[in-house]
């Protein structure tokens, strides 16, 4: 089930209008039963694989505190489940094809069969989400669950199933068992997230994504339509991924539940760094905790800290898709932070630039951070070669007259996404203007009519644009193909 469907609307309807009033068991039982039903609404197996992930993790965390002496069978266990699950649909006929392209450049002809099978929406997410808490009770940091109805739900909530944010055991369990209570201005704030989130989706990420899908099927487009199907992608990647977040925040709000930020203004960033403090913040941190600093993290030597970062971004890139450019893309990103801290420690350099350089630093920034989606948007590595290496001396006057109109085209679509990261810059940066508006704000006090008035006005505007300006066709979420 998708989120812009009216499948989901009506059962997001039911589901609440039940909810609030049962008793907090009631709702846990309600809430797991509509995950179930949401999650395999289109393929009714799907609910199997993740009741496995679920079964095994919830036994290996309950043996690891039974059994210490022999906890770390149990995480084996877990991971050998959950990691699988993950290789045999996602990598395993990455795997054999490459296993056999290299045997053919010896010699060797072998044929081991693929496997024709459909990717589970979430997979990557609820596993790593499940991982997280086996190893957090391995490492003893949290007590190990005896609830089977709270971990359950805790691994299947289905507002954040199928696209994050990756929830942490101590964050979203801890919620589950304890009782809610409803908060009508939570609940009106979660109203105008969820239909931000629906215009961002609907009329940034859907138009925007047209002219990157017109780009990228074209066979051979020139420097500038190509440069310009790349920002477009950069733009539809940013509005579609974190509306799914938004989405999710908003809904699972209105159950009484609080989910991370996911997405922080990445393009306002200062340094590729910065940039993954701000971009798919569950999955960053994810990697950083239990990745980078099981590797070492910052308590090793400068070369092997490194040599761990970049380690970190490959797999996280691989974690994107079962193709070489997403590794490629890991390792793009990797190199720009490994390189960007060398300099700026060589130089000198402040973490934010003063003055007027700081714009011309978020710039640069985000200017690595678009020409990288290249990167991720191409999975062809033949097309990628090539247009790596295209120039705008070879192209016609007409050539370049539409790669212009279509990037002007993708940057008009993004107007509100880019006065939306000038706003979170002015808050950041201290603008007199945004404070004074934000203090203003914040003195009408939740509860009051003047911040009802405002949020009733700002989302009939939405809802109107989105009558007005959505694309006539709707695209899938990127996120769920991950």
């Known amino acids: 089930m998708i989120f812009h469907s009216l499948d989901f609307l009506v059962f997001f309807a039911i589901v609440v209008s039940i909810y609030w009033r049962l008793p907090h068991r009631g709702q846990n039982y309600l809430l797991l039963a509509a995950s179930y039903v949401f999650y395999g609404w289109v393929h009714p197996w799907f609910v199997i694989l993740m009741l496995a992930s679920t079964t095994v ?41 490459n296993v056999r392209e290299l045997l053919a450049g010896v010699g060797l002809q072998v044929s081991p069969p693929l496997l024709e099978l459909v990717l589970p929406a979430g997979i990557s997410f609820y596993t790593f989400q499940a991982l997280s808490y086996t190893v957090e009770v391995y490492w003893g940091h949290m007590k190990a669950r005896r609830n089977a109805v709270d971990f359950a739900l805790f691994v299947a909530f289905f507002p954040h199933l199928v696209a994050g944010p990756i929830m942490r055991a101590k964050n979203l369990l801890v919620q589950v068992e ?54 477009a992608f950069g733009l539809q990647i940013y509005a579609d991924f974190s509306a799914y977040s938004d989405i999710a925040r908003g809904t699972a709000r209105w159950f009484g539940f609080e989910l991370i930020l996911n997405f922080n203004h990445p393009y306002i960033a200062h340094s590729p760094t910065d940039f993954w403090r701000r971009w798919h913040i569950s999955l960053s941190t ?66 934010k630039w003063p003055g007027p350089l700081a714009i011309v630093q978020v710039v640069l920034t985000v200017t690595l951070m678009l020409a990288g989606w290249l990167f991720f948007r191409e999975t062809n590595p033949d097309f990628l070669r090539r247009w790596l290496f295209l120039s705008p001396a070879d192209n016609s006057a007409m050539e370049r007259q539409v790669g212009v109109y279509l990037f002007v085209l993708a940057a008009t679509w993004g107007v509100p996404l880019f006065m939306d990261d000038l706003w979170a810059m002015g808050r950041e940066r201290g603008w007199r203007l945004v404070h004074a508006a934000e203090r203003r704000w914040e003195a009408a006090g939740p509860g009051s009519v003047t911040r009802a008035l405002l949020q009733a006005g700002a989302a009939g505007v939405m809802v109107t644009l989105i009558l007005v300006l959505r694309s006539r066709v709707s695209l899938d979420f990127i996120y769920f193909q991950f």
Not at 188 to 208: C, S, T
Not at 290 to 314: D, H, K
């Open 286 to 351: 994810w990697f950083r905790d239990f990745v980078y600093i099981p590797l070492g993290g910052n308590r090793v030597s400068a070369l092997q800290r490194e040599a761990n970062l970049m380690a970190t971004f490959l797999i996280s890139g691989l974690w994107h898709g079962a193709s070489w450019n997403y590794v490629m893309w890991g390792l793009y990103h990797g190199l720009l932070v490994v390189v960007s801290r060398t300099i700026g420690t060589a130089l000198k350099l402040p973490e």
């Open 178 to 231: 304890q009782p809610r209570f409803w908060n009508t201005d939570r609940a009106r704030d979660a109203v105008l997230l969820i239909i931000w989130g629906f215009f961002k989706k609907l009329v940034v990420a859907d138009n925007v994504g047209l002219i990157a899908n017109r780009v990228f099927t074209h066979e051979d487009p020139s420097f500038e339509m190509l440069w310009a199907g790349v920002f």
């Open 57 to 97: 993790d919830y036994w290996a965390g309950q043996r690891m505190e039974d059994d210490p002496a022999r906890r770390k069978l149990y995480l084996y266990a877990s991971l050998a489940v959950n990691l699988g699950m993950l290789g045999v649909f996602k990598y395993y006929n990455f795997f054999i094809e």
